[in-house]
């Protein structure tokens, strides 16, 4: 099996900062609706630390009919 359906935010290159935020602010909660944002099959991982928003991981499937 492949992963070709998969794709990963974790702020990287996709012009978002690195920098941790905290749970409940605006930023953080934008963050997760664009991770959320066309998702049709997937999954959205919110990586907490202290009451701090540190990574925010997307993974999404792609179903094929058969």
Partial sequence: MS??????????????????????????????????????YGSVLVIVQDGVVVQIERTEKTRFVK
Avoid: F, Y
């Fill in 3 to 40: 992963n070709q359906g998969s794709r990963q935010h974790e702020g990287g290159g996709n012009g978002l900062s690195d920098s941790p935020a905290a749970v409940g602010s605006d930023a953080t909660l934008r963050r997760i609706g664009d991770a959320l944002h066309g998702l049709r």
